[in-house]
Protein backbone atom coordinates (compact mmCIF):
# COMPACT_ATOMS: atom_id res chain seq x y z
CA UNK A 1 0.00 0.00 0.00
CA UNK A 2 1.55 3.04 -0.94
CA UNK A 3 -0.63 5.36 0.96
CA UNK A 4 -3.34 5.67 3.55
CA UNK A 5 -6.60 7.34 2.38
CA UNK A 6 -7.71 9.23 5.35
CA UNK A 7 -11.41 11.22 5.61
CA UNK A 8 -11.73 13.06 8.60
CA UNK A 9 -15.15 14.13 10.18
CA UNK A 10 -14.76 17.91 11.76
CA UNK A 11 -13.23 21.10 10.46
CA UNK A 12 -12.71 23.01 13.75
CA UNK A 13 -9.16 24.69 14.66
CA UNK A 14 -8.31 21.57 16.57
CA UNK A 15 -9.19 19.43 13.09
CA UNK A 16 -6.71 21.40 11.61
CA UNK A 17 -3.88 22.37 14.01
CA UNK A 18 -3.52 18.91 14.81
CA UNK A 19 -4.12 16.24 12.03
CA UNK A 20 -4.26 18.08 8.44
CA UNK A 21 -1.50 20.16 9.32
CA UNK A 22 0.48 17.17 10.58
CA UNK A 23 -0.53 14.63 8.62
CA UNK A 24 -0.90 16.34 4.90
CA UNK A 25 2.95 16.25 4.57
CA UNK A 26 3.85 12.53 5.97
CA UNK A 27 4.63 10.53 3.08
CA UNK A 28 2.02 7.84 3.57
CA UNK A 29 -0.76 10.10 4.26
CA UNK A 30 -3.56 11.39 2.08
CA UNK A 31 -6.49 12.96 2.96
CA UNK A 32 -9.19 11.94 0.50
CA UNK A 33 -12.46 13.58 1.99
CA UNK A 34 -13.47 15.74 4.41
CA UNK A 35 -17.01 16.08 6.36
CA UNK A 36 -18.00 19.63 7.94
CA UNK A 37 -21.46 21.06 8.38
CA UNK A 38 -19.92 24.70 7.98
CA UNK A 39 -19.50 24.36 4.02
CA UNK A 40 -18.00 27.54 3.33
CA UNK A 41 -15.63 26.36 5.84
CA UNK A 42 -14.90 23.20 4.88
CA UNK A 43 -14.35 24.45 1.17
CA UNK A 44 -11.73 26.81 2.64
CA UNK A 45 -9.66 24.04 4.34
CA UNK A 46 -10.13 21.44 1.74
CA UNK A 47 -8.63 23.84 -1.22
CA UNK A 48 -5.87 24.37 1.35
CA UNK A 49 -5.13 21.17 1.85
CA UNK A 50 -5.61 19.39 -1.65
CA UNK A 51 -8.68 17.50 -0.33
CA UNK A 52 -10.92 16.47 -2.91
CA UNK A 53 -14.43 15.56 -1.67
CA UNK A 54 -16.55 17.43 1.03
CA UNK A 55 -19.19 15.82 2.26
CA UNK A 56 -22.18 17.52 5.01
CA UNK A 57 -22.68 14.04 6.57
CA UNK A 58 -20.40 11.84 7.63
CA UNK A 59 -22.58 9.06 7.03
CA UNK A 60 -22.25 9.80 3.59
CA UNK A 61 -18.28 10.45 3.98
CA UNK A 62 -18.19 6.36 4.85
CA UNK A 63 -20.70 5.18 2.02
CA UNK A 64 -19.68 6.94 -0.73
CA UNK A 65 -15.83 7.15 -0.28
CA UNK A 66 -12.81 4.47 -0.50
CA UNK A 67 -11.05 4.93 2.78
CA UNK A 68 -8.63 3.34 4.59
CA UNK A 69 -8.47 5.26 8.00
CA UNK A 70 -10.93 7.45 9.35
CA UNK A 71 -10.26 10.46 11.76
CA UNK A 72 -12.90 11.49 14.49
CA UNK A 73 -12.90 15.28 15.36
CA UNK A 74 -16.62 15.84 16.22
CA UNK A 75 -18.53 16.45 19.40
CA UNK A 76 -18.15 13.55 22.35
CA UNK A 77 -21.84 12.95 21.70
CA UNK A 78 -21.20 11.81 18.13
CA UNK A 79 -17.93 9.16 18.91
CA UNK A 80 -19.92 6.26 19.36
CA UNK A 81 -22.51 6.15 16.15
CA UNK A 82 -19.08 7.48 14.04
CA UNK A 83 -16.91 4.90 15.15
CA UNK A 84 -19.17 1.70 15.04
CA UNK A 85 -19.79 2.16 11.85
CA UNK A 86 -15.96 2.70 10.91
CA UNK A 87 -15.44 -0.44 12.38
CA UNK A 88 -18.11 -1.95 10.42
CA UNK A 89 -16.12 -0.97 7.57
CA UNK A 90 -13.08 -2.03 8.77
CA UNK A 91 -11.49 0.97 8.86
CA UNK A 92 -8.44 2.39 11.18
CA UNK A 93 -9.72 4.70 13.58
CA UNK A 94 -8.20 7.56 15.58
CA UNK A 95 -10.63 9.16 17.59
CA UNK A 96 -10.70 12.11 19.68
CA UNK A 97 -10.94 11.71 23.61
CA UNK A 98 -12.96 11.23 25.62
CA UNK A 99 -13.94 8.29 23.45
CA UNK A 100 -17.47 8.66 24.64
CA UNK A 101 -20.02 10.08 27.39
CA UNK A 102 -20.37 7.06 29.38
CA UNK A 103 -18.61 4.27 30.51
CA UNK A 104 -20.82 1.68 28.78
CA UNK A 105 -20.69 3.34 25.47
CA UNK A 106 -16.94 3.48 25.78
CA UNK A 107 -16.85 -0.44 26.10
CA UNK A 108 -19.06 -0.94 23.44
CA UNK A 109 -17.00 0.85 21.31
CA UNK A 110 -13.87 -0.86 22.34
CA UNK A 111 -15.59 -4.33 21.91
CA UNK A 112 -16.23 -3.43 18.19
CA UNK A 113 -12.75 -2.32 17.56
CA UNK A 114 -11.36 -5.32 18.76
CA UNK A 115 -13.85 -7.74 16.82
CA UNK A 116 -13.46 -6.44 13.41
CA UNK A 117 -9.68 -6.42 14.76
CA UNK A 118 -8.75 -2.82 13.35
CA UNK A 119 -6.08 -0.56 14.15
CA UNK A 120 -7.56 2.11 16.80
CA UNK A 121 -6.37 4.57 18.72
CA UNK A 122 -8.04 7.60 21.37
CA UNK A 123 -5.81 10.62 20.84
CA UNK A 124 -4.51 12.00 23.84
CA UNK A 125 -1.88 14.64 23.01
CA UNK A 126 -0.09 15.27 26.33
CA UNK A 127 1.60 12.13 26.25
CA UNK A 128 3.23 12.61 23.39
CA UNK A 129 4.83 15.95 24.49
CA UNK A 130 8.60 15.77 24.74
CA UNK A 131 8.66 16.98 28.06
CA UNK A 132 6.25 14.40 29.32
CA UNK A 133 8.07 11.34 27.05
CA UNK A 134 11.22 12.50 29.24
CA UNK A 135 9.62 12.76 32.04
CA UNK A 136 8.55 9.05 31.61
CA UNK A 137 11.41 7.69 30.60
CA UNK A 138 12.85 9.21 33.85
CA UNK A 139 10.22 7.48 35.82
CA UNK A 140 10.66 3.79 34.39
CA UNK A 141 13.97 3.94 35.07
CA UNK A 142 13.71 4.44 38.00
CA UNK A 143 15.58 7.87 38.14
CA UNK A 144 13.32 9.32 40.52
CA UNK A 145 12.65 6.66 43.01
CA UNK A 146 9.38 5.08 43.89
CA UNK A 147 6.92 8.22 43.50
CA UNK A 148 4.47 7.70 46.42
CA UNK A 149 2.09 10.72 45.15
CA UNK A 150 1.43 13.14 42.45
CA UNK A 151 -1.22 15.66 41.79
CA UNK A 152 -1.79 16.35 38.17
CA UNK A 153 -3.64 19.62 37.33
CA UNK A 154 -4.80 21.70 33.99
CA UNK A 155 -4.59 25.89 33.99
CA UNK A 156 -6.97 26.63 30.89
CA UNK A 157 -9.39 29.81 31.41
CA UNK A 158 -11.75 29.49 27.93
CA UNK A 159 -14.33 27.56 29.92
CA UNK A 160 -15.05 30.38 31.55
CA UNK A 161 -16.16 32.61 28.65
CA UNK A 162 -20.14 33.15 27.81
CA UNK A 163 -20.37 32.12 24.74
CA UNK A 164 -22.39 28.45 23.83
CA UNK A 165 -19.93 25.64 23.74
CA UNK A 166 -21.28 22.13 23.03
CA UNK A 167 -18.33 21.19 25.18
CA UNK A 168 -20.19 22.61 28.39
CA UNK A 169 -23.56 21.17 27.28
CA UNK A 170 -24.55 18.66 29.19
CA UNK A 171 -26.50 17.10 26.36
CA UNK A 172 -23.66 16.74 24.49
CA UNK A 173 -20.72 16.35 27.22
CA UNK A 174 -19.14 15.99 30.71
CA UNK A 175 -17.57 19.16 30.66
CA UNK A 176 -14.48 20.10 31.83
CA UNK A 177 -13.73 16.89 34.19
CA UNK A 178 -14.17 15.11 30.20
CA UNK A 179 -12.30 17.69 27.98
CA UNK A 180 -8.93 18.28 30.31
CA UNK A 181 -9.94 16.25 33.13
CA UNK A 182 -9.68 13.03 30.89
CA UNK A 183 -6.02 14.19 30.04
CA UNK A 184 -4.87 14.16 33.38
CA UNK A 185 -6.40 11.04 33.94
CA UNK A 186 -4.47 9.47 30.69
CA UNK A 187 -0.89 10.91 31.99
CA UNK A 188 -1.55 9.27 35.55
CA UNK A 189 -1.96 5.79 33.77
CA UNK A 190 1.07 6.91 31.44
CA UNK A 191 3.44 7.56 34.13
CA UNK A 192 2.42 5.25 36.91
CA UNK A 193 0.46 2.47 35.08
CA UNK A 194 -3.29 1.43 35.66
CA UNK A 195 -4.62 2.59 39.11
CA UNK A 196 -5.65 -0.26 41.38
CA UNK A 197 -8.51 2.11 42.86
CA UNK A 198 -10.37 5.26 42.00
CA UNK A 199 -12.66 7.50 44.35
CA UNK A 200 -14.07 10.90 43.01
CA UNK A 201 -15.85 13.74 44.46
CA UNK A 202 -17.72 17.14 43.44
CA UNK A 203 -17.17 20.30 45.46
CA UNK A 204 -17.81 24.31 44.35
CA UNK A 205 -15.17 27.10 44.31
CA UNK A 206 -15.96 29.97 46.01
CA UNK A 207 -17.29 32.94 44.13
CA UNK A 208 -14.45 35.51 43.60
CA UNK A 209 -14.82 38.70 46.17
CA UNK A 210 -16.12 36.59 48.99
CA UNK A 211 -14.18 36.72 51.86
CA UNK A 212 -12.96 33.68 54.01
CA UNK A 213 -16.45 33.29 55.99
CA UNK A 214 -17.81 33.43 52.33
CA UNK A 215 -15.57 30.69 51.29
CA UNK A 216 -16.00 28.38 54.12
CA UNK A 217 -19.91 28.38 53.47
CA UNK A 218 -19.67 27.95 50.21
CA UNK A 219 -17.51 24.42 50.77
CA UNK A 220 -19.88 23.69 53.26
CA UNK A 221 -22.59 23.88 50.46
CA UNK A 222 -20.47 21.59 47.92
CA UNK A 223 -22.58 18.41 46.75
CA UNK A 224 -20.47 15.14 47.00
CA UNK A 225 -21.06 13.04 44.39
CA UNK A 226 -19.41 10.20 46.93
CA UNK A 227 -17.03 7.78 47.48
CA UNK A 228 -16.15 5.12 44.74
CA UNK A 229 -14.01 2.63 44.78
CA UNK A 230 -13.07 0.92 41.75
CA UNK A 231 -10.49 -2.23 41.65
CA UNK A 232 -8.76 -2.83 38.33
CA UNK A 233 -10.25 -5.32 36.51
CA UNK A 234 -13.85 -4.94 37.72
CA UNK A 235 -16.71 -3.32 35.17
CA UNK A 236 -19.34 -1.09 35.63
CA UNK A 237 -21.95 -3.09 36.04
CA UNK A 238 -19.75 -4.63 39.62
CA UNK A 239 -19.94 -0.78 40.93
CA UNK A 240 -21.60 0.39 43.74
CA UNK A 241 -22.03 3.63 46.10
CA UNK A 242 -20.91 3.70 49.51
CA UNK A 243 -24.63 2.60 50.56
CA UNK A 244 -24.76 -0.09 48.10
CA UNK A 245 -27.02 1.38 45.36
CA UNK A 246 -25.54 0.29 41.85
CA UNK A 247 -23.54 2.99 39.92
CA UNK A 248 -25.56 3.73 36.81
CA UNK A 249 -24.40 6.04 33.19
CA UNK A 250 -25.69 9.27 35.23
CA UNK A 251 -23.57 8.79 38.17
CA UNK A 252 -20.22 8.19 35.89
CA UNK A 253 -20.51 11.70 34.00
CA UNK A 254 -18.85 13.31 36.64
CA UNK A 255 -19.15 16.90 34.80
CA UNK A 256 -17.94 20.75 35.30
CA UNK A 257 -21.43 22.34 33.66
CA UNK A 258 -21.06 25.02 36.36
CA UNK A 259 -18.22 27.38 35.52
CA UNK A 260 -17.36 27.32 39.16
CA UNK A 261 -17.24 23.61 40.09
CA UNK A 262 -14.32 21.83 40.14
CA UNK A 263 -14.29 18.04 40.20
CA UNK A 264 -11.82 15.86 41.84
CA UNK A 265 -10.44 12.71 40.96
CA UNK A 266 -8.02 10.18 42.67
CA UNK A 267 -5.88 7.52 41.45
CA UNK A 268 -4.34 4.78 43.66
CA UNK A 269 -2.09 2.11 42.89
CA UNK A 270 -0.82 -0.54 44.84
Known sequence: MDHLSIGIVGSSFWAEFAYLQ??????????VALCARDQQRAQSIAGKY???????????????HDLDALIVVAPDDLH??????????????????????????????QRAAAQAGITNMVMFTWRWQPHFVFLND????GELGRPLRAQLGFLAGYMRTPEYSWRMDPRRSNGNFADL?????????FFFG?????????????????????????????R???LRRWPAGVHRDELRHADGRPVHDSDLQVGDHNHESRPRLSLCRQ
Open 50 to 64: GISRIEADWRRLLDK
Open 22 to 31: RLTDHPRAKF
Open 224 to 226: PLG
Open 194 to 222: DPSSVTAGHGHRPQPGLGSRGRSRQRQRA
Open 138 to 141: LLKR
Open 181 to 189: GSHMIDLAR
Open 80 to 109: KEIVLSACERKLAVLCEKPLANSATDAWTM
